[in-house]
Nanobody, 131 residues
Framework: QVQLVESGGGSVETGGSLTLACAATPSPSYRYRYDHTCMAWFRQAPGKEREGVAAIGFGGVSTYYVESVKGRFTISRDNTKNLLSLHMSGLKPEDTAMYFC???????????????????WGRGTQVTVSS
């Protein structure tokens, strides 16, 4: 198993910034096989379906973003610490949601929004943007 724990959520005003973190802790038998697989952030607001926000592939070279956050959010990873981050700036009220960390079985992120390859989810961290 791989345990995912999100942190960094909070309440900010429109235009503010937040940085989310997701710590991945694999059990010994999973440590080497899944350390570098695709990881992503999803979010879900009240009354809306879950949507993909950003994803990052093996080595952190390839990144993917939903159109609405391009230029405002930056996803990164530190594999030496099994840490995934999402820096969010220029926040808008429509960014308000629960943000979830996800880890995939495969290395590539080309079809990350399909969620079919996701093996583990975090429990989420709340982001609230007020106007």
């Amino acid at each position: 198993q791989v345990q995912l724990v999100e942190s960094g959520g909070g309440s900010v005003e429109t235009g503010g910034s937040l940085t989310l973190a997701c710590a991945a802790t694999p059990s010994p038998s999973y440590r080497y096989r899944y350390d570098h697989t695709c990881m992503a952030w999803f979010r879900q607001a009240p009354g809306k379906e879950r949507e993909g926000v950003a994803a990052i592939g093996f080595g952190g070279v390839s990144t993917y973003y939903v159109e609405s956050v391009k230029g405002r959010f930056t996803i990164s990873r530190d594999n030496t610490k099994n840490l995934l981050s999402l820096h969010m700036s220029g926040l808008k009220p429509e960014d308000t949601a629960m943000y979830f960390c996800a880890k995939y079985q495969q290395y590539g992120c080309n079809d990350w929004m399909s969620t079919g390859g996701i093996a583990w989810w975090g429990r989420g961290t709340q982001v609230t943007v007020s106007s």
